[in-house]
């Protein structure tokens, strides 16, 4: 690229509407002929690239626009060269961006288009600069723009890959913030979860010694109940053996009885015979053997006595280990087979016993037991 310089060109007082050329000889005043300022173009085919230009007035105009152009003479086309301004105080005309191309051999120079002004200025003169760059050098300059702007397009979508990352990364830290407080939630779980395993392990040791025990219990309970019904079957044996005793003593006594009216006849027959009779020794033989026989029976009654008190005292005791052979079996924790066997027993109730108002009471209690109104219910 070079630049083509433009100094000060002779003032000229420009007529209304009128255009005018100027070139690089600052000594040739500018006119309305472009040919009278030809510059020779190029050796290589090149482009307008920049141009920059002031112009100055000693007695300044109007504000009606004033353009500035980079005229090809040889191929007669003419390009603006930036805004249009006016002359009613110092203007600039700038422009970088410039397209026209220029061919080896083509001449060219600077177009002025007045306006037709309200107020003419007077005294104008302009200067400046024009930028030329060969074809090569553009074609340079778009490849190099044109890596420029892969290269800025890359930056951008670094740029957009970095944000990209960067909001991976925020969310990562985010969800590595939240992943810790899980954690510590977690972990705190975990604890409370292994104290509440700790203190169900505790509870189910002591629900083991319980059944343990439970179970121990049972089985005591068990032989209880096997050594009550033993004991029960035992008194009912007893029982039924007193009763025959007491049966044969009531008949022991109710002989000893009879025999001792029977002698009481024969104490008084003998005492009516007594009075009739003047042989008084057999009579005396006949009082003493009655007063032996009396005191015989006596003793035999009192003997009978005797064993009917035993027999009652011993009545008396097995009622006693009924009673509490039945509180213990109420107290007892009977399962339903046990019940039924127990109330099988009580069915076969030897005579004489138990009455049947105590029957059945023993198995109102055994139903009520069944139903679970009454105890605790064990387990068969």
Not at 14 to 35: C, Q
Not at 111 to 125: E, K, L, N, S, Y
Request: proline residues 2%.
């Amino acid at each position: 690229m070079y630049a083509v310089q433009f100094s000060e060109t002779k003032v000229i007082s420009p007529a209304d509407g009128t255009t005018y050329y100027f070139g690089v000889d600052a000594s040739i005043t500018p006119t309305t002929t472009a040919a009278d300022h030809a510059i020779a173009g190029p050796p290589l085919a090149s482009l307008f690239k920049a141009a920059r230009f002031k112009a100055i007035a000693s007695g300044y105009g109007s504000a009606e626009a004033v353009s500035v152009n980079v005229y090809n003479i040889t191929q007669a086309s003419a390009e603006l060269v930036g805004a249009t301004d006016g002359l009613d105080a110092e203007a600039t005309f700038l422009d970088v961006a410039l397209t026209d191309d220029i061919a080896v051999g083509d001449q060219w120079c600077i177009q002025v288009v007045f306006p037709a002004w309200a107020t003419d200025p007077t005294g104008v003169q302009f200067e400046g600069v024009v930028y030329i760059t060969d074809d090569a050098e553009v074609a340079a300059i778009a490849a190099q723009d044109s890596g420029i702007s892969d290269n800025l397009a890359a930056i951008l979508t670094n740029d957009s890959d970095i944000s990209s990352n960067l909001a991976a990364v925020t969310a990562a830290q985010s969800d590595a913030d939240i992943n810790a407080g899980t954690i510590l939630t977690n972990d705190s779980d975990i604890s409370a979860l292994v104290a509440e395993q700790l203190t169900q392990d505790s509870s189910i040791s002591a629900n083991l010694a319980g059944f343990t025990a439970a179970s121990a219990a049972g089985v005591t309970n068990d032989s209880d109940i096997s050594a009550n019904l033993a004991a029960i079957l035992a008194n009912d044996s007893d029982i039924s053996a007193l009763v025959a005793e007491q049966l044969t003593q009531d008949s022991s006594v109710s002989a000893n009885l009879a025999a001792i009216l029977a002698n009481d006849s024969d104490i008084s027959a003998n005492l009516a015979s007594i009075g009739g009779l003047g042989d008084t020794s057999a009579i005396s033989a006949a009082v003493v053997a009655n007063d032996s026989d009396i005191s015989a029976n006596s003793a035999a009654v009192v003997a009978a006595q005797s064993d009917a008190n035993v027999n009652a005292a011993a009545i008396l005791t097995n009622d006693s280990d009924i009673s509490a052979n039945l509180a213990s079996i109420t107290a007892l924790d009977l399962d339903s087979a046990e019940i039924v066997i127990l109330n099988a027993l009580l069915a076969e109730n030897p005579p004489g016993i138990l009455s049947a108002a105590e029957v059945a009471a023993i198995r109102a209690k055994i139903t009520t037991k069944l139903s679970g109104n009454e105890g605790t219910a064990r387990s068969a």
